[in-house]
């Protein structure tokens, strides 16, 4: 700010001195007229005076060269006041010499005067008069014209002085005009040169710049090139050319974008991607004039380029070529492997998910696709179990009973729509998961479909499988079920179907609800209830068929539940298998049973046999043989263990068998249980050499009203005859059937008749009652 004004001022003064310099100057000149011009009046007046002093006597000629003069000096008095303008006249009263004007004014006045006396005298004298010139006119003459030398005499120093002082003037304001431009001059000229030596700095470095700029482009390991608007080149380095042509050499500066790319891609430099290579050209041209994204390219030997564009402000545009072949090749791999990757895995996912007898969905697959469904609705689901699959098992063989697995697979996958999901998830059982927002109706008309497609035999070979299903349905709303929960309910309405006698679809309902979550309960608390000790033997009584006197005792298993009472084993087996606690069961019961009957003993009571039932799995399991080997020889014999018919010895394993061999090696008996029913073939129950056969309850049940249940005891007992076994009849509940039982050959009787199963305390109480007469207990209990 104090620049400027300095600067301002600084122009002011200069400006200000030049003028005054330039006025000055013009004084001057008009001074010097004025000198000049008062010299021509001085010299004027001076030769009028003297032509006076030579011609005393004035004739009319002589009056007119006198009044020449006279006119010629009066000229130059009357110049100096008439050129003046008012500012010079003004101007002369400012330095002081105003009177010089009054001078010349009065001067003219005079020389007026004269010229006024010669004019009179002239025309009125006529040539041919001499005029007689008086003493008293030459004096007048001499008188005025000494006043006009006079005059002129006073003016001169005025003139010196306006001279003197505008001299002054001039040279001092000529002083600070000349200081002040040249130091102005000097000032531009200093900014001048400045601001060349910056250019040519400037110039330098812009050389320094474009040469290292040079020598990045070539030592960059990227393709660079620049083009012009008109998509010339006009520079680019040898990566370029390399990313942009068979024969770099080829590319030169001034050379067309178009030029360059049409002879490589003629040259079967570019994959052109089946664009023939005018269309690939002007493509790629096309993207060159718009600011267009990143273009990658395969070039020949399946390299690739990252092309890249973008324009200078003044239209050029630069091209970066990147070699990114490893990349693209990389990924190509990585895409390649993740393809084989996924390949495997959805085989693994497929083999993982489906069942590889049948095809059909397996229980993950089931497991995931109702956990999916109920997560945005209800579902609904149908249980199938195939009845007398065993058998056709058993007797036609395992290829029959794989080949019946598929057809009732192929038959539900027909008869089941694209959104149901038929599974398999066990050996004979089937899920049918329907489709969503299936009802119960439309369910229970599928299970009937299946029903009917199912029961027909299939052949085998020259064989016929006969079988049939049972179903049971469930539906769950979300809100309210667990899927786990939907499961188990089919499975109770299964289980009841079973129950109904086979063949049956049976919906689950509202008590089964109950029941289930009754059998949940039952469930939670199995564990602890194994360690509290609520599971306890009871004895229910066994007598000989012709004496009734007590022959032995059948351990029964009852879990004597805190809160609902006495529980009988239909009510908790199925959770202790559920549970894999089965042989923890058994051998609770088998030892608190073997402690009972030691304090029995301690008592007095000698029980001749002791009975178990005791599971697959408990047989097999080396610490029950172990256990058993402490009991002493002797006593061996006292104990029965019974093992359930329709347990397949074809089927079990070579440990069960041979764990029941060695049972019977090792002197303890082994009797089949629930014999009739039906369940396996003779032959596998035989091939074990039983000890005794028990009659299954189910057939001594209408013993006495039906005559083909006395047919089958008749002929059950003859077969034991002939294989050296006795026979015992379960389920004896009255005097009539004991006495049919002793008549058709039955060796011993078991049933409410004799007595009902009791805890070990109650038998010892009423011990001498079995003894003797059994029925008149069994009233009694
Ligand atoms: P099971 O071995 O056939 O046992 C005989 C069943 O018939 C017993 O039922 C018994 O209470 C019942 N019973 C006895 N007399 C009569 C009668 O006159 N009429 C009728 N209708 N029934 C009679 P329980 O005690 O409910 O046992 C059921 C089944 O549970 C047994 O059938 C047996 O297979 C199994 N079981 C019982 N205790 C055990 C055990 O400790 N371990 C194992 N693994 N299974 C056991
Ligand atoms: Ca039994
Ligand atoms: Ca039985």
């Known amino acids: 700010m104090a620049l400027t004004r300095m600067l301002g001022l600084f122009a002011a003064i200069l400006l200000l001195s030049t003028g005054i310099a330039f006025l000055g100057y013009h004084y001057l000149k008009l001074a010097s007229e004025y000198r000049k011009n008062n010299f021509i009046h001085l010299s004027e007046t001076q030769r009028a005076m003297d032509y006076l002093e030579e011609h005393p006597k004035l004739e009319k000629s002589e009056m007119e060269v006198l009044r020449a003069h006279v006119a010629a000096a009066q000229a130059q008095a009357i110049w100096c006041v008439a050129n003046l303008s008012a500012l010079e006249t003004r101007a002369f009263h400012w330095l002081g010499v105003g009177s010089a004007l009054d001078i010349c004014k009065y001067d003219i006045r005079t020389s007026e005067l004269l010229l006024a006396r010669l004019n ?21 003459f001499k008188r005025g014209l000494l006043r006009m030398r006079e005059d002129s005499f006073a003016f001169q120093p005025f003139v010196d002085i306006i001279e003197g002082k505008l001299g002054l003037l001039v040279k001092i304001s000529t002083l600070i005009a000349s200081t002040g431009l040249g130091l102005l001059f000097s000032l531009v000229a200093a900014k001048l040169v400045r601001a060349w030596r910056s250019q040519s700095d400037q110039t330098i470095e812009m050389q320094r710049m474009a040469q290292r700029f040079s020598l990045a482009i070539q030592a960059s390991s990227d393709g660079f090139a620049l083009f012009n608007k008109e998509r010339v080149l006009l520079t680019c380095n040898d990566r370029y050319r390399e990313l942009s042509h068979p024969n770099p050499a080829f590319i030169r500066d001034g050379m067309t974008a178009i030029e360059i790319m049409n002879d490589a891609a003629d040259k079967g430099f570019y994959q052109t991607n089946g664009l023939d290579t005018a269309d690939f050209v002007s493509g790629h041209v096309l993207q060159m004039r718009s600011d267009h994204d990143d273009v990658q390219l395969e070039i020949s030997d399946d390299r690739h380029v990252l092309v890249r564009f973008s324009q200078t402000e003044f239209g050029d545009q630069v091209i970066t070529r990147t070699n990114i072949t490893d990349a693209v090749r990389n990924a190509r791999k990585q895409r390649e492997y993740t393809r084989t990757l996924k390949k495997a895995k959805d085989a693994v996912e497929r083999q993982s998910l489906t069942d590889p007898l049948t095809g059909l969905a397996n229980r993950r697959q089931l497991d995931v696709a109702l956990h999916a469904q109920m997560e945005i609705g209800p579902a609904s689901l149908i249980r199938i179990d195939l009845d007398r699959f065993k058998q056709v098992n058993d007797v036609l063989g395992h290829d029959a009973g794989d080949h019946v697995l598929r057809i009732v697979a192929k038959l539900l996958t027909e008869h089941t729509r694209e959104d149901d999901l038929p599974a398999r998830v066990g050996g004979d059982e089937f899920v049918v998961l329907c489709a969503p927002g299936t009802q119960l109706q439309d369910a229970t008309i599928l299970a009937s479909r299946l029903l009917h497609a199912i029961k027909h035999p299939v052949s085998y070979g020259k064989k016929r499988c006969i079988f049939g299903a049972s179903f049971g349905i469930a539906i769950g709303d979300p809100s309210i079920t667990a899927p786990s929960e939907l499961l188990s309910n089919a499975d109770a309405a299964l289980y009841q179907a079973k129950a109904d006698g086979r063949g049956k679809i049976v919906n689950f309902s509202n008590d089964m609800r109950k029941a289930a979550k009754q059998e949940r309960a039952l469930a939670d608390r199995f564990m602890q209830a194994l360690g509290d000790g609520e599971f306890v033997p009871y004895f229910q009584t066994q007598h000989d068929a012709r004496t009734w006197k007590l022959s032995g005792v059948e351990v029964l298993a009852r879990w004597e539940h805190p809160i609902d009472g006495v529980l009988s084993p239909v009510k908790f087996l199925g959770i202790a298998k559920q ?62 263990f019974e093992r359930l018919e329709s347990i397949s010895y074809e089927d079990a394993s070579q440990h069960l068998v041979m764990a029941i061999d060695t049972l019977k090696d090792m002197g303890f008996k082994v009797d089949v249980d629930d014999f009739g029913s039906g369940h396996a073939s003779i032959n596998s129950v035989l091939s074990i050499e039983p000890d005794s056969l028990k009659i299954d309850r189910r057939i001594i049940s209408p013993l006495g009203k039906s005559e083909r249940a006395g047919q089958m005891v008749s002929s059950i007992i003859e077969l034991a005859r002939s294989m050296n076994a006795r026979v015992i009849a379960e389920g004896v509940d009255s005097e009539e059937k004991a006495i049919i039982l002793r008549e058709k050959g039955c060796d011993e009787l078991q049933g409410y008749f004799f007595s009902q199963p009791m805890s070990a305390a109650a038998l010892a109480q009423n011990m001498t009652t079995y003894n003797n007469r059994g029925a008149a207990t069994a009233a009694q209990q």
């Open 120 to 140: 009179g005298l002239i025309e009125s004298n006529d040539a041919r008069h001499i005029v007689q010139t008086t003493p008293y006119l030459v004096f007048y």
């Open 579 to 640: 549970l894999g606690l089965e042989a923890e069961l058994d051998t609770v019961i088998f030892e608190a049973a073997e402690r009972a009957v030691a304090v029995l003993k301690t008592a007095g009571i000698i029980l001749p046999r002791v009975a178990f039932n005791v599971s697959a799995s408990r047989i097999i399991d080396p610490l029950f043989l172990q256990h058993l080997k402490l009991i002493p020889h002797e006593k061996r014999k006292g104990y029965v």
